[in-house]
């Protein structure tokens, strides 16, 4: 595994994921890391059901750092309005250039859509990281 390579972020996020264990069921636990130049620059987990979503928590983090950045989350961003409006939505105007997503989203609500929607608008997405 490559130190600074993508496995590395993932492994953050799936760490940053399980810190809401308990906390968000029944949506599943999701961790978020915001990297640029090599350098963490927001991290986000879902802490509490109803609440943010993880890549909210990492992009508030991040702020204007957040243009160029390279995201690692460990679901697939929502598309639809929930309880929380699109993360994928945010992710678009947050000027993130590239995303790696450790697994699609099994809900139908998703499954698919978030990935399908930041490459529409030209936004790299990689899935299946760890």
Do not use: Y
């Not at 000027?95 to 698919?112: H, Q, T, W």
């Amino acid at each position: 595994m490559n130190e600074d390579g993508p496995e590395k972020w993932m492994s953050l996020a799936l760490d940053l994921a399980i810190r809401g264990r308990g906390m968000v069921e029944p949506n599943p636990m999701v961790g978020a890391v915001l990297v640029r130049d090599n350098i963490v620059v927001g991290v986000g987990w879902h802490q509490k059901f109803g609440g943010l979503h993880a890549e909210m928590e990492a992009l508030n983090q991040a702020g204007d750092k957040s243009v160029g950045s390279t995201l690692f989350v460990s679901l697939e961003p929502c598309s639809h309005h929930g309880k929380t409006p699109p993360c994928a939505n945010a992710i678009l105007k947050s000027g993130i250039s590239k995303v790696f997503v450790a697994m699609r989203d099994p809900n139908p609500l998703v499954a698919g859509k978030g990935i399908g929607f930041l490459q529409s608008h030209g936004i790299e997405v990689e899935v299946g990281v760890r």
